[in-house]
Nanobody
Framework: VQLQASGGGLVQAGGSLRLSCTASVRIFSLKNGAWYRQHPGRQRELVAS???????DYADSVKGRFTISRDNANNTMYLEMNSLRPEDTGIYYC????????????????WGRGTLVTVSS
């Protein structure tokens, strides 16, 4: 199983992008989704999380601009990014816990490969 992030690209400041993250094969369930980003030369940072308990959490720098969501029917997670700023530029990674089959008693944690977001000023 791989998580595949998509939707990145080049956008002007103030613009919007919607990132998607889905598994490469059919899975039973996805939970505890999160999006991270990494700026060149810096450590990966948590941008948004959806701990599957009805709550969501965001980094202070993106609150009010980014929204994390999940489509349970399609086991896909999203990051809606609005009012983008040049400092939002980076590689965005998704992370989630996956249960492969309904008979499994455990979830395994996976990272997506990342999708590049570039915001021009």
């Amino acid at each position: 199983v791989q998580l595949q992030a998509s939707g990145g690209g080049l956008v002007q400041a103030g613009g919007s992008l919607r990132l998607s993250c889905t598994a490469s094969v059919r899975i039973f369930s996805l939970k505890n989704g999160a999006w991270y980003r990494q700026h060149p030369g810096r450590q990966r940072e948590l941008v948004a999380s959806d701990p599957s308990d009805g709550t969501t959490d965001y980094a202070d720098s993106v609150k009010g601009r980014f929204t994390i969501s999940r489509d349970n029917a399609n086991n896909t997670m999203y990051l809606e990014m609005n009012s983008l700023r040049p400092e939002d530029t980076g590689i965005y990674y998704c992370n989630a816990d996956i249960k492969h089959f309904s008979s499994d008693s455990y979830y395994l944690n996976y990272w997506g490969r990342g999708t590049l977001v570039t915001v021009s000023s």
